[in-house]
């Protein structure tokens, strides 16, 4: 294996480095949060990285032909090509590296995909690179809950009931979407049993963020971080609250914060204050309508939606993470 | 750069071995010092791929051996393998071709030199493991060289020149070789194997230049272009394309000068067509049955000769268009179908004929399916298409233009 960069953690957001690696020249939506990961994904790891992205907005909008955004090496992959892009890329400089063709150095190798792209369509490629333990790579999907670039499709990644132009409220069905939001980090970080590191990650959470690129790029292998990214397009909100949403899902319990790192589940920040009994979940409600893509949501709509949250709370064995509980002994 | 030892003394020295076609292509791969391999099973073409992790777990090829999840994986881990500038190769068959295919359409798009290995398979559905060529001529509009290889010897051969073609920069068009699924992938022959040394001196280290990925050269690779340029860099390609013609004639003489075979034309190849009336056409292994069919043919006194086509991409219109217009008639064999297309005939029958259209000299050109899901196409077979050619010439004119050979009706 490679040696990877020294990228310390960083204390306070005052010392987040202050050098740029994803700049102007992009064209993404006002509000866009996650153009804001991109940019702090970078930000993290330097100079000394490639970045390859798969299809989706953050190819689409960011980079135009004559006006990329990206001073760092930035390659474009397939839709479901973030896990092949992330190894191709790692074995490539591994090998020449090895065999001297290749001034040997750590080079960050990141691959980027949508909740498309890594949940939907990419979940093999993606698996089959958290197996090679001898690549160092991060796959970092952010999830806008939807085919945010084609005109907002559902995805195995939206939420349930969620409007989007392949489920419409109608006439007949008020609910389309009746897929449950895929568990994607948990179902990788339990599939792939040497996978050093995958986490959960929210834009809202800057200083967060930077460290888990940080501690995704050096702890060594390939890892993952699933982010959970507010799209006001996608979402139908007014651009100025992607923030307080991204906050309101962490708060509300319908996302949850947290790191495994080789195997030890760590809780973060708000989430990690609820699991302790510190802070008191907020009504799903608080976020859900905030949003226009629920405003079709009945009052049962909503009650069962809390109640998929409160159950995911108080029965999971992990709570919010791990779907399952131990045989009852009753 | 450095060798592993045991990779080097492997072939110190020039020798001969008994091996099969995917084999020949294991070891030019070795010979080249690939840094990047990925495999997926699929008969018959992953037999290559059991030389390769076979030459890697006894320590005499180092390269990264990467097992996919799919052929999709297996082309993209190799294109961006090669986008940092690693020597790549993988390949596939059939249906995992065209699994395979969104990154095989982008690979091209990119201009990377991947070379890859198709084991000529028939597409399913029903299931058949035996050889046809619409898996790899569907790749035929995308930008990759296409050479149809029929032997053992050639197929080394034309591995090693495959790389040098490629990653010539005037070129840097990914490059496949198709071997006929069964008859070409699992049958063994002679095969000269260069050394090392001789390999280094003909082909050089890719050097992927002011292309290459890397943080010493932050370029963006692959943006959205829109309207606004893909017409430029489709001309790109084309124009990359039309030079490749001129590379693989240089490749090719340098590679007869290093180690002293090959054919007179590195496109085509011409058996007794000297003075032929009737010429067949065909491609691959189709060679052997008919190299015999066309001996036996010429002892009765039928004037009978037989042209391979090579390279299938670039094709090769002039020189086959001088080869043909000497004789009465043309029979083009294909081993692949094209349903609906012009005279519901093959691909190879379609584009020679259109390769003859400026030609001033017009045979009679016919076209027989034969060999499809890897029946074996037999003397008598090539017999029968050349009695059938005959009597357009008798007649002056064509009954059938294509007719499908031992085929029950």
């Known amino acids: 294996m490679t040696t990877v960069q020294d990228l310390p953690q960083v204390r306070g957001v005052k010392n987040i480095p202050v050098q740029e690696g994803y700049t102007s020249g992009h064209r993404t939506c006002q509000g866009c949060e996650s153009a804001l990961v991109m940019r702090l994904m970078i930000k993290a790891a330097g100079p000394r990285t490639i970045v390859v992205g798969s299809t989706g907005c953050m190819y689409v909008a960011n980079t135009t032909y004559y006006s990329t955004p990206w001073v760092v090496p930035w390659m474009h992959t397939q839709l479901g090509s973030s896990g092949s892009a992330a190894t191709g890329t790692a074995a490539g400089l591994a090998s020449q590296m090895r065999k001297g063709k290749m001034k040997n150095e750590p080079i960050n190798v990141i691959a980027f995909c949508g909740d498309g792209g890594g949940a939907d369509m990419g979940l093999s490629a993606v698996s089959a690179a958290l197996q090679h333990d001898e690549y160092n790579l991060l796959i970092l999907m952010y999830d806008n809950e939807s085919y945010a670039n084609t005109d907002i499709q559902v995805s195995g990644s939206s939420p349930w009931g969620a409007n989007s132009t392949f489920s419409p409220p109608g006439k007949l069905h008020n609910i389309m979407n009746k897929r449950w939001k895929k568990n994607t980090a948990p179902m990788l970080a339990a599939g792939h049993p040497n996978c050093r590191y995958v986490a959960t990650a929210c834009g809202s959470y800057g200083l967060d963020f930077t460290n888990k690129i940080r501690r995704a790029l050096t702890i060594g292998g390939p890892t993952f971080i699933h982010s959970i990214d507010p799209c006001p397009k996608g979402w139908d909100y007014d651009p100025k609250y992607s923030h307080e949403l991204g906050m309101l899902a962490v708060e509300t319990g319908i996302w949850v914060q947290y790191e495994i790192v080789d195997g030890e589940v760590i809780l973060n920040g708000p989430t990690k204050a609820i699991a302790n009994g510190i802070r008191k979940r907020k009504p799903v409600e608080d976020y859900l309508m905030r949003q226009g893509r629920f405003a079709h949501f009945t009052p049962d709509d909503l009650k069962m939606f809390q109640a998929k949250i409160d159950e995911s709370w108080e029965k999971w064995w992990i709570p919010g993470i791990v779907p399952f509980h131990p045989e009852s002994e009753a | ?409």
């Open chain 2, 1 to 409: 750069m450095t060798i592993a030892p045991a990779q080097a003394e492997l072939y110190r020295e020039e020798k001969e071995e008994l091996i099969s076609g995917s084999e020949a292509i294991g070891i030019a791969c070795a010979l080249a010092d690939v840094d990047v391999i990925t495999a997926y099973p699929i008969r018959p073409y992953d037999t290559v791929m059991q030389y390769v992790s076979k030459l890697k777990a006894d320590g005499v090829f180092d390269c990264d051996f990467i097992v996919a999840e799919s052929e999709h994986s297996q082309f993209e881990i190799v294109k961006h393998a090669s986008a940092v500038g690693a020597r790549t190769f993988c390949g596939s068959s059939g249906v995992g071709w065209f699994y395979a295919f969104e990154a095989i359409a982008v690979t091209a798009g990119l201009r990377l030199p991947v070379v890859a290995m198709v084991g000529n398979r028939a597409l399913d559905d029903p299931g058949a493991f035996g050889v046809e060529h619409n898996d790899a001529l569907a790749v035929r509009d995308l930008g990759w060289m296409l050479y149809w290889v029929a032997t053992a010897q050639e197929a080394l051969d034309m591995a090693l020149l495959a790389y040098k073609v490629a990653e010539d920069s005037r070129v840097f068009l990914p490059f496949a070789l198709s071997c006929d699924g069964s008859f070409l992938t699992h049958s063994q022959a002679i095969v000269n194997v260069p050394t090392f040394e001789q390999v280094k001196q003909f082909l050089p280290d890719y050097d992927r230049g002011k292309l290459q990925l890397h943080p010493d050269n932050p370029i963006t690779i692959a943006p959205q272009v829109n309207e606004d340029w893909l017409m430029e860099i489709r001309r790109q390609s084309d124009e990359a394309m039309r030079r490749s013609t001129n590379v693989i004639k240089e490749a090719y003489e340098e590679f007869k000068a290093t180690f002293g075979r090959g054919d007179p034309s590195p496109f085509i190849e011409e058996y007794m067509t000297e003075d032929a009336e009737i010429m067949l056409v065909g491609m691959g292994t189709l060679a052997l049955p008919a190299r015999v069919a066309v001996r036996r043919m010429r002892e009765q006194g039928k004037k009978v000769g037989f042209l391979r086509i090579k390279f299938f991409r670039p094709f090769a219109s002039e020189e086959i268009q001088e080869a043909l217009s000497k004789c009465k008639a043309v029979a083009v064999i294909d081993r692949d179908y094209s349903y609906g297309s012009p005279a519901n005939g093959g691909v190879l029958f379609n584009e020679v004929r259109s390769a003859m259209y400026p030609a001033t000299n017009h045979p009679h050109i016919l076209n027989f399916i034969a060999g499809l899901g890897g029946r074996e196409v037999l003397v008598r077979d090539i017999n029968e298409i050349v009695d059938t050619t005959q009597r357009a010439i008798d007649t002056g004119k064509i009954e059938e233009e294509t007719t499908w050979i031992a085929v029950r009706e």
